[in-house]
C-alpha cells in the first residue's frame, strides 16, 4: 500500500519570500504523485501532478514540484509567495497506471503574511 | 473547473437517523469518489465507482452505502449517521489514469 508524510503541518512565511512545502511517499511500485490546494470553505484545487517523464513538474499560479525517486519526495517550491497562496495543501500518491484510489497526506497550512 | 456540484451543501441531523448526500457530474467521468475529510487526517476515501451500478470500497467505508444509477451521480448514504460521522463530505470524478476533480464539500454535523 502506498503512504504519504507531510513533515510540516503548518508553515508561516513572509509575503515575497520563497517556499517548500514537504513530501515523502513510501510505495513499492511505480506512483503518480498530485500536490492539491485547498482554499477556506472550499474544495480542493489540482496544483501540479507528476506522472512521468520530466522530474520538474510546473503547475498552477507559479508552483512547481520536483519528484525524487532515490529520496522518494515530491516537495513543493514557490519562489515568491502572495498573501493569496494563503491555504492547505495536499500531497497524494496513487499507484501508476491508475489514479484512481488517492492516498492523501494530512495536509499543511501555509500561513503567508505581510 | 470541472462541472461537479454536492447537495447539500451543510446538513445537521440527529443521531440515528439516515443522511444521503448527492454528487453531481457533468464530465462524463466514469470514475467517482467520495471521500471525508477530518482535521489531521487528511482526505480519506469512503467509498468509489468505476461505472454505472459498480462500486468499491474505500478506506473507511464502515456505516456507509453508495448507489451510481446513472453516469453524473453518486449518492453517499448514511443509514444511520452516527456522531463520529461528523465531517466535511467531498465527492470527486475523473478518468481511471488522470487528475480528480473536486466538489465544493458537504458540511455534515450528526447531533
Known amino acids: 500500500a502506498q503512504s504519504v508524510t507531510q513533515l510540516d503541518s503548518q508553515v508561516p512565511v513572509f509575503e515575497e519570500a520563497p517556499v517548500e512545502l514537504r513530501c515523502n511517499y513510501s510505495?513499492?511500485?511505480?506512483?503518480?504523485l498530485f500536490w492539491y490546494v485547498q482554499y477556506p470553505n472550499q474544495g480542493l484545487q489540482l496544483l501540479l501532478k507528476?506522472?512521468?517523464?520530466?522530474?520538474l513538474v510546473k503547475g498552477i499560479n507559479g508552483f512547481e514540484a520536483e519528484f525524487n525517486k532515490s529520496q522518494t519526495s515530491f516537495h513543493l517550491r514557490k519562489p515568491s509567495v502572495h498573501i493569496s497562496d494563503t491555504a492547505e495543501y495536499f500531497c497524494?500518491?496513487?499507484?501508476?497506471?491508475?489514479?484512481?484510489?488517492?492516498?492523501f497526506g494530512t495536509g499543511t497550512r501555509l500561513q503567508v503574511t505581510l | 473547473d470541472a462541472g461537479i456540484t454536492q447537495s447539500p451543501r451543510h446538513k445537521v441531523t440527529e443521531t440515528g437517523t439516515p443522511v444521503t448526500l448527492r454528487c453531481h457530474q457533468t464530465?462524463?467521468?466514469?470514475?467517482m469518489y467520495w471521500y471525508r475529510q477530518d482535521p489531521g487526517h487528511g482526505l480519506r476515501l469512503i467509498h468509489y465507482?468505476?461505472?454505472?451500478?459498480?462500486?468499491d470500497k474505500g478506506e473507511v467505508s464502515d456505516g456507509y452505502s453508495v448507489s451510481r444509477s446513472k453516469t453524473e451521480d453518486f449518492l453517499l448514504t448514511l443509514e444511520s449517521a452516527t456522531s463520529s460521522q461528523t465531517s466535511v463530505y467531498f465527492c470527486?470524478?475523473?478518468?481511471?489514469?488522470?487528475?480528480?476533480?473536486f466538489g465544493p464539500g458537504t458540511r455534515l454535523t450528526v447531533l
Open positions: 497524494a500518491v496513487t499507484i501508476a497506471g491508475t489514479a484512481s484510489k488517492l492516498t
Open positions: 465507482s468505476y461505472g454505472v451500478k459498480d462500486t
Open positions: 507528476y506522472l512521468s517523464g520530466s522530474t
Open positions: 470527486a470524478s475523473g478518468h481511471r489514469t488522470d487528475t480528480q476533480y
Open positions: 464530465e462524463n467521468h466514469r470514475y
Open positions: 510505495s513499492s511500485v511505480s506512483v503518480y
